[in-house]
């Protein structure tokens, strides 16, 4: 609701909007009317493809409206385009950084392009270096920034004049949770100066930090609230449980199976159960089930599975997997670039069927520790086995044991699924009853059918995701290395995503996974924290959160810890990212 006296920041009334033409038109916003209040920060959530970026968009004047009307701060989106525009800020998913350009050099470029007068330019860079801190990094090359501090750089460079209202495009995405806390203190402020923000993001702890949320589904409207009010509709209905001879992910996989149980995910040190309306518990012997307050995360799963049906992949064969059984070998790896030392004397073993985390903040090393695990990198010195073969004398044998999907989508765009698959396969060596096995295993169990003639550059990211993970198991390789995988998928796919790398994990594939879903660090049977280069951290992901406990936050949340534990060693640097 819009604040007496004022239009609200963002009015849609009917609006209607699609892409392509005939029978393949797609549409992406179906007749919304809703509205977005001023001096608010309102969260903009949904499943892929729910039309998020299709309404920031039409918002920032980039999209015309099919059918409808679009007002900006009491504006016609159509009539006052370029006065809306000279009155907001808009940060897309991918900002448009010059990364041969220095930190300065493309506030002076933003500048410039959005007519702020030079005399108004020292001043409001001042205030924004310092706001993002950024400060000392004036002369730094953006390429050269870690992923947090590139993000904090666009959304200076989006906010070089004060705006009345701000779009945000999903800004923390693939930015760690120090990052996160930072680009969240600074919306915060903008809030507090009297900007109206409307932010769509991929984490639904975001939404908590909300005044208000929208949940959009398949371009409709399917819920418009205070986050808080929306959860307390979900009272009575949400269970920690925890078994005392059954480990989690066991528990987990039970929960999922048993009837009037609408998601299921680890928590601490048990399962989070959310419950359909009027179910009951039904604990088996030994589960201990107790009731905990809702969170935003329940809504979204509430609201959105009841509109589709739940799907369990299915099982994987198990295999027995014997005693000590080492697969992934790493002690005293170092990687030097220049006289910069990115890697220090990281050692640690995975054993098979074992789910393995390496987690860190944007430039501590772990993405180079990963690419030297995967062999696209080579170490400078320490000793790398992988499935019995020494990656540095044996890199094309060790590459063969290893399944890989990258961080950033890695597949042929130009080329259709169904040709990805292919190719792929025939990569890894696969021929005759064996590959069209695989072939016709990959679009079943991915359920890929429907996308098969498609440009894989086409589909919706969620299935993006299921078609690299399915080239990356063509080969059945004993290692799986999942280098942020879920960034940017929606909360439903990565619940889909961790049943099948669980099951895949039972059935004895170890999986080696970075991340930046504190969440999904749970899911991890032991994991590292990297730091400055080398391991903060080891164990359990409850023995990381009992390290960061203190008697003013006695159980901390694994984020808790991350951002505890990483504070406490860099204590006395400010961490841009």
């Known amino acids: 609701m819009a604040e007496p006296g004022h239009p609200p920041a963002l009015r849609f009334a009917a609006v209607s909007k699609g892409f392509g033409a005939g029978a393949r038109r797609n549409a992406a916003i179906r007749d919304l009317t809703l509205s977005i209040p001023v001096g608010r920060i309102t969260g903009l959530l949904g499943p892929d493809a729910a039309g998020k970026t299709t309404l920031l968009r039409l918002a920032a004047g980039l999209l015309r409206a099919d059918a409808g009307q679009v007002h900006v701060l009491g504006l016609d989106a159509t009539r006052d385009a370029?006065?809306?525009?000279?009155?907001?800020?808009?940060?897309?998913?991918?900002?448009?950084?010059?990364?041969?350009?220095?930190?300065?050099?493309?506030?002076?470029?933003?500048?410039?392009?959005?007519?702020?007068?030079?005399?108004?330019?020292?001043?409001?860079?001042?205030?924004?270096?310092?706001?993002?801190?950024?400060?000392?990094?004036?002369?730094?090359?953006?390429?050269?920034?870690?992923?947090?501090?590139?993000?904090?750089?666009?959304l200076a460079c989006a906010l070089l004049r004060v705006p009345d209202l701000l779009l945000l495009d999903e800004p923390t995405v693939g930015v760690d949770p120090i990052s996160r806390r930072e680009l969240w203190t600074i919306v915060a402020d903008l809030r507090n100066r009297g900007v109206s923000v409307l932010v769509s993001t991929a984490y639904l702890d975001e939404a908590q930090r909300c005044d208000e949320v929208v949940l959009l589904d398949n371009g409709s409207l399917l819920a418009q609230g205070p986050p808080e009010a929306m959860a307390a509709d979900l009272a009575g209905r949400c269970y920690a449980v925890r078994h005392a001879m059954v480990d989690r992910r066991t528990l987990q996989q039970r929960l999922l199976a048993t009837g009037g149980v609408i998601d299921a995910r680890l928590e601490g040190t048990g399962v989070r159960a959310l419950l359909a309306a009027g179910a009951a518990p039904a604990p088996s012997d030994g589960e201990a089930w107790q009731t905990v307050p809702p969170e935003f995360a329940d809504v979204f799963v509430d609201r959105l599975q009841a509109r589709r049906a739940r799907r369990v992949p299915a099982a994987v064969a198990p295999t027995v997997a014997a005693e000590n059984d080492t697969v992934l070998h790493v002690a005293g790896l170092n990687r030097w670039f220049g006289k910069f030392r990115a890697v220090a004397d990281v050692s640690f073993d995975v054993a098979r069927g074992e789910v393995f985390g390496l987690l860190g903040a944007n430039g501590a090393g772990k993405t180079t520790t990963f690419r030297m695990l995967c062999g696209l990198l080579p170490a400078s010195t320490g000793e790398l086995r992988v499935a019995g073969q020494d990656l540095r004398t044996a890199p094309a044998e060790a590459r063969r044991r290893i399944g890989y999907v990258a961080q950033k989508f890695a597949l042929y765009g130009n080329l259709s699924v169904a040709q990805n698959l292919s190719f792929f396969a025939a990569a890894y060596g696969l021929r005759g009853d064996r590959l069209r096995a695989r072939l016709d295993w990959a679009e079943a169990e991915f359920e890929l059918g429907?996308?098969?003639?498609?440009?894989?550059?086409?589909?919706?990211?969620?299935?993006?995701?299921r078609l690299a993970l399915a080239c990356a198991l063509l080969h059945e390789p004993p290692i799986l290395?999942?280098?942020?995988?879920?960034?940017?998928?929606?909360?439903?796919?990565?619940?889909?995503?961790?049943?099948?790398?669980?099951?895949?994990?039972?059935?004895?594939?170890?999986?080696?996974?970075?991340?930046?879903?504190?969440?999904?660090?749970?899911?991890?049977?032991?994991?590292?924290?990297?730091?400055?280069?080398?391991?903060?951290?080891?164990?359990?992901?409850?023995?990381?959160?009992?390290?960061?406990?203190?008697?003013?936050?006695?159980?901390?949340?694994?984020?808790?810890?991350?951002?505890?534990?990483?504070?406490a060693h860099e204590a006395g640097l400010r961490r841009a990212a």
Not at 135 to 148: D, I, K, M, W, Y
Not at 450 to 457: H, L, Q, R, V
């Open 82 to 154: 370029a006065r809306i525009q000279a009155r907001i800020g808009y940060m897309p998913q991918r900002f448009g950084l010059y990364e041969d350009l220095s930190v300065q050099e493309n506030l002076d470029l933003y500048a410039q392009l959005q007519g702020l007068q030079p005399a108004e330019r020292p001043a409001r860079y001042a205030e924004l270096l310092r706001l993002t801190a950024l400060g000392p990094f004036g002369a730094r090359r953006a390429g050269a920034l870690s992923g947090g501090m590139k993000q904090k750089l666009g």
């Open 450 to 465: 429907a996308f098969m003639t498609m440009n894989a550059a086409d589909i919706p990211l969620g299935y993006k995701q």
């Open 481 to 567: 290395f999942l280098d942020e995988p879920t960034s940017g998928v929606d909360p439903l796919s990565r619940s889909e995503f961790w049943q099948r790398i669980n099951q895949y994990a039972a059935a004895g594939t170890t999986v080696l996974i970075t991340t930046h879903f504190m969440d999904e660090a749970e899911y991890c049977d032991r994991l590292v924290l990297m730091s400055q280069g080398s391991v903060l951290a080891a164990g359990t992901p409850a023995e990381v959160r009992a390290r960061a406990a203190t008697p003013e936050l006695p159980d901390p949340t694994m984020e808790d810890a991350f951002i505890g534990l990483i504070a």
